[in-house]
DNA sequence: TCATTTCCGTAGGGATCGCTACAGAACGAG
DNA sequence: CTCGTTCTGTAGCGATCCCTACGGAAATGA
């Protein structure tokens, strides 16, 4: 009963959802047409149309997956480390890595793939934009619960420290894909790391 | 001599031109449209055409004027500073504010109106990406500068602390663009700063 | 085999894109 | 005044945008 009626799909679906991300992550949403997907994907709109409903819907399937997978290594670390520091020094070092991995495109599809839209589509925007804010107020809430602990000193200002990182995780972004290399991207992890509250200064190559 | 021959422009140039800037900082350069140009200009497309060439020549003299205008603190504060710290204290305190002016779009034209481009128009996105990287070796040079002054220890590396401020920056940018509020991206300013060689880890007041 | 269901390729619709041909309007020069 | 020059509005070009109507093709179920 699992088996479904009618002519089967001629082409793998999971293929093509993973075509459009690439080019999703390389071009943008507005920046990528249904003829660049179609192309890319060796099929022609109506199949696209079939399997993905139209370009928007397309374009969540495709956030959403890259949330899932490539993007999942933020609430990994926030989860799995003991303390906020191990989870933010995590996070800093493994997106270095990410973002200039050649296997993909450099950067982050959140917060690279819908910077410039027409007013139109400006929902698409501000959906990444909540997901951005999202991850602000995960941050946030880790460095608050760190205070709580003592982990860090109680004039610490989550807040702050939460749009700090944030901020750097998305200049690190924006640096490799205008093609900075990997190695620099680390060291601009380990120069974020040593703003952390308390640490001593002689770091890991100071003094 | 100076008076020109035939029928008077019936609009204002430069402020024609000011529309376009802020057009083209909001919604960058494929979200704006030769219509949204010419609607905000109060003219018609045969205005806009013998005034500025065509959309991309228009572009280059917003990215022009933007980097003599609004763009041009961080220049200032290179060349006026006397000191590495003075230069970059002053930019990031500076950024804050910029980025936050409630009196044009959030964030920088330079880093965020050409993310997002089909394939044809890679060279608009080439023309800012070489624009940030010319930036950055313009940080690179500063702080490579102070290491041979001894402002900055020896082992210091130039390269790695010129990749952060400027992330730092862009990160500032995209922040500003997401709604994070000026007092905040001042505070991400100190905490950038906060990272410089040599400084005392605690600093909650400078100056 | 036949009916049903679903997908595929062709072909194109309606809207918008950047841009421009054209003719009239507003100026200076003579 | 006329002439030449430059700007302005109308109107529309070809290309591309996202999306879809349509009929044939390939599968299942009877």
Chains 1, 2 share one sequence.
Not at 16 to 36: K, N, Q
Request: net charge negative.
């Amino acid at each position: 009963m699992a088996t479904t009626q009618g002519r089967p799909r001629s082409f793998d679906r999971a293929a093509a959802l993973d075509r459009a991300t690439h080019l999703f992550w390389e071009r943008g949403y507005e920046g990528t047409s249904i003829a660049d997907l179609t192309e890319a994907m060796g099929i022609h709109p109506p199949s696209l149309y079939a399997a993905f409903s139209d370009k928007r819907t397309l374009f969540e399937e495709v956030v959403e997956r890259y949330g899932a997978t490539f993007g999942a290594f933020m609430d990994a670390a926030l989860r799995e480390e003991p303390t906020a520091y191990a989870a933010f020094a995590r996070m800093l070092r493994e997106a270095a890595d990410e973002y200039t991995d050649p296997g993909h495109p450099p950067g982050c599809l959140i917060i690279s793939a819908a910077t410039n839209v027409p007013a139109a589509h400006r929902d698409v925007q501000d959906a990444l934009c909540r997901l951005r804010n999202r991850n602000l107020e995960r941050f946030e809430a880790r460095l608050r619960a760190a205070v709580a602990d003592g982990e860090l000193p109680a004039d610490a200002d989550p807040r702050a420290l939460a749009v700090f990182y944030a901020a750097v995780i998305q200049g690190m972004s924006q640096q490799a894909r205008d093609g900075v290399g990997r190695a620099q991207l680390r060291a601009v992890a380990e120069l974020a790391l040593s703003t952390w509250p308390g640490t001593p200064s002689p770091a890991p190559k100071q003094r």
